[in-house]
């Protein structure tokens, strides 16, 4: 009996699932979630002992490597001064201006403390300042666990079987449309059909909650020119991309321009962070300047903001994209390789820190049917081998990896060694 074993049956009697979050349960890969001790770098290490090569990331925010001295010597000084103040503090100025300057469609922004939150407030803003309360979204794309955007949603909700939750009211639930990811024509037509309804479109610029699926050419170009034409407010949710695409997020690497853009945990460096900014009309209707109301106590965190500006300074280093882009493009090529080798079916992308695996022998995947299409079944057994041979992937076959800058060349080449073993034997 593991430690681990031991801590999840206790964790199933008081949390449901035994997890905080349903992702991290391994209910579609089959075995139990393991609990960790500490991590350091590209690594994790469980609490009995076992050292695991991360590419989870704790979902995308850990782009510097788990615990990064200047990160966390950031967090203690922070601390030290106190954990929060429910009122304004330096460090959430000087957050403000960074992801500004680093963003330039953000004139103004405001900090959440999760990517739910960001989105949530974001389609708030869109609504008020369109009076139009449709909007689309798209088939498995994630913006969190609102209940709007609990309809067709991607990620954990996808994994569970629990696309629509059961408790969004109909009501709310019909005013959300989706649309096919990368098929302009399917979000036309949702226009032809409520021409006068449609108030936004929020879209993740690049899927990372559907596997990892990048836009096609022009698409993005697209829904840039349908909210113009109809008067809707676009909003990316870079929650997965931002800062790990490129500097200036996916709208900086594609050079589409939102109107509004929310961001999550990768602004905290693990730190419970999110925001939502955009335009200086749209963010003048923010309370208390206008008159759409949002709020919380803990936004703005001073430990938190110490803790993402620290992570943000690490991100402006020469060569840091070209650098981590260079590691994730080696552990994809690597994969298909392996695969290639082994005869098995694979598909991989990478973009920037985002990485995807396919079990499938179509060139690519564009959409969600595409995504769900894949052989689920070899993706289990492959997470399951991988897991035994010390690599962490995301348990499901519906969520981006990500790659750190504590990633090393040999991180990738153990790790495709040992996905070479795996894809052998599932060939025999
Ligand atoms: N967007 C994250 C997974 N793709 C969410 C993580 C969570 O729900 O815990």
Redesign the pocket.
Same mark, same amino acid.
């Given at each position: 009996m593991t430690v681990s074993h031991d801590l999840f049956d206790r964790a199933r009697a008081r949390i449901p699932g035994g997890v905080n =979050?349903?992702?991290?349960a391994f209910a579609a890969v089959g075995g139990e979630p393991i609990f960790f001790d500490h991590a350091e770098g590209a690594y994790m290490f469980d609490v009995d002992g076992k050292r695991y090569i991360d590419y989870v990331g704790s979902?995308g925010p850990m782009i510097c490597g788990h615990a990064h001295p200047h990160i966390i010597e950031a967090v203690q000084q922070a601390a030290a001064k106190g954990l929060s103040f429910g009122a304004p503090a330096a460090g959430e100025v000087t957050m403000a201006e960074m992801l500004c300057e680093m963003i330039p469609s953000l004139d103004r922004l405001r900090m959440v403390n999760s990517?739910t939150e960001a989105t949530m407030s974001a389609l708030r803003v869109a609504r008020a300042a369109t009076g139009k309360d449709r909007f689309i979204k798209f088939e498995g794309n994630?913006h969190g666990h609102g209940d709007s955007f609990l309809v067709k949603a991607g =990620?954990?909700a996808q994994t569970l079987g629990v696309p629509t939750s059961p408790g969004v009211p109909a009501a709310l639930a019909e005013l959300t449309l989706n649309a096919r990811y990368n098929d302009l024509d399917s979000v036309s037509a949702l226009f032809d059909e409520y021409p006068d309804d449609i108030g936004c479109i929020i879209v993740e610029p690049v899927a990372?909650?559907m596997n990892c699926v990048p836009p096609a050419p022009g698409f993005l170009e697209g829904l840039r020119r349908i909210c113009d034409e109809q008067g809707a407010v676009l909003i990316f949710d870079e929650?997965?991309t931002g800062f790990r695409v490129g500097p200036a997020g996916a709208q900086g690497r594609y050079g589409v321009t939102p109107d509004l853009t929310t961001f999550g945990k990768v602004i905290g460096a693990g730190m419970p962070v999110g925001a939502f900014g955009g335009k200086y009309e749209l963010m003048k209707m923010v309370s208390p300047e206008g008159p759409v109301y949002q709020a919380g106590t803990l936004s703005g965190n001073p430990v938190a903001m110490a803790a993402g500006i620290a992570n943000l300074e690490l991100l402006k280093e020469e060569g840091f994209y070209e650098r981590l882009e260079a590691r994730t493009r080696q552990l994809a090529d690597g994969f298909k390789q392996v695969a290639d080798q082994a005869g098995v079916s694979m598909t991989t992308v990478a973009v920037g820190g985002m990485f995807g695996i396919f079990f499938t022998d179509a060139a690519e995947v564009s959409n969600f049917e595409q995504a769900a299409a894949c052989n689920i079944e070899q993706f289990k057994t492959f997470f399951t081998e991988m897991l035994k041979g010390g690599i962490y992937l995301a348990p499901s076959a519906f969520?981006a990896g990500f790659v750190s800058s504590a990633h090393t060349a040999a991180d990738i080449t153990e790790t495709v060694a040992c996905a070479s073993e795996v894809l052998k034997k599932m060939a025999e």
């Open positions: =979050s349903p992702v991290r979902w990517g994630y =990620s954990g990372g909650n929650v997965m969520e």
